[in-house]
């Protein structure tokens, strides 16, 4: 069993930045696909941003050049780098862990970009 535990969540203005932190427990991070996902109130949570067990990368096409995603094997944490904040990224932010056969949610950090 894994547990994701999110942070760095918050208030921030529009333009800014902030960087969200998953730590996972357990012992299997490097063999997990990593991801942030985003939700809004009454829409489905969404592919913001994924990182393979190699390392590569892949955006939803609204955060490309802003937001970088990045893992650290050693921490057992996954990141999210998000820079120039807008009020449309406003959203509930999860982080996913998956196997070929399981995946695994943390319960979520809330970012606001409001000025």
């Known amino acids: 069993q894994v547990r994701l535990v999110e942070s760095g969540g918050g208030l921030v203005q529009p333009g800014g930045s902030l960087r969200l932190s998953c730590a996972a427990s357990?012992?299997?991070?490097?063999?997990?696909?990593m991801a942030w996902y985003r939700q809004t109130p009454g829409n489905q949570r969404d592919l913001v941003a994924l990182?393979?067990?190699?390392?590569?990368?892949n955006y939803a096409d609204s955060v490309k050049g802003r937001f970088t995603i990045s893992r650290d094997n050693a921490k057992n944490t996954v990141y999210l780098q998000m820079n120039s904040l807008k009020p449309e990224d406003t959203a509930v932010y999860y982080c996913k862990g998956s196997t070929r056969v399981t995946g695994y949610w943390g319960q979520g950090t809330q970012v606001t970009v409001a000025s």
């Open positions: 990182i393979s067990t190699a390392g590569n990368t």
């Open positions: 357990g012992s299997i991070f490097s063999a997990l696909t």
